[in-house]
């Protein structure tokens, strides 16, 4: 019973340290309740990929490609929001840029 016990224990060490190195991570998503489009990042970080209340990707954006390399900070994406038809993806530590919700075209970009 202690050799089960102490190979169960180790088994979830094993897993534990496994996963330390690359825990799940939350990705930004936002949904507009209005046309029922839902903007995320990719698993790469820096590519926005909308898709339609179906699930049918309406369109992909390299953020960073598009954008461009923020002067600060590391070059994924941080964080979503959704104003008036238009999705901020803010990157790098101080950088922006500005999609329309419907093509996935860029309309701004920035820092602060």
Same mark, same amino acid.
């Given at each position: 019973?202690?050799?089960?016990?102490?190979?169960?224990?180790?088994?979830?060490?094993?897993?534990?340290?496994?996963?330390?190195?690359?825990?799940?991570?939350?990705?930004?998503?936002?949904?507009?309740?209005?046309?029922?489009?839902?903007?995320?990042?990719?698993?790469?970080?820096?590519?926005?990929?909308?898709?339609?209340?179906?699930?049918?990707?309406?369109?992909?954006?390299?953020?960073?490609?598009?954008?461009?390399?923020?002067?600060? #900070? %590391?070059?994924?994406?941080? /964080?979503?929001? +959704? @104003?008036? *038809? !238009?999705?901020? &993806?803010?990157? #790098? %530590?101080?950088?922006?840029? /500005?999609?329309? +919700? @419907?093509? *996935? !075209?860029?309309? &701004?970009?920035?820092?602060?």
């Amino acid at each position: 019973m202690k050799a089960l016990c102490a190979a169960m224990v180790a088994g979830l060490l094993a897993s534990a340290l496994a996963h330390a190195d690359n825990p799940a991570k939350n990705r930004p998503s936002i949904k507009d309740e209005k046309s029922k489009v839902t903007v995320g990042v990719k698993e790469d970080d820096r590519t926005l990929i909308a898709r339609d209340k179906d699930g049918k990707v309406l369109w992909e954006v390299d953020v960073i490609k598009k954008a461009g390399a923020p002067a600060v #900070g %590391k070059p994924v994406v941080r /964080d979503l929001a +959704l @104003k008036d *038809g !238009k999705v901020t &993806a803010v990157y #790098g %530590k101080h950088s922006f840029a /500005d999609f329309d +919700l @419907k093509t *996935g !075209k860029l309309l &701004a970009s920035g820092s602060d």
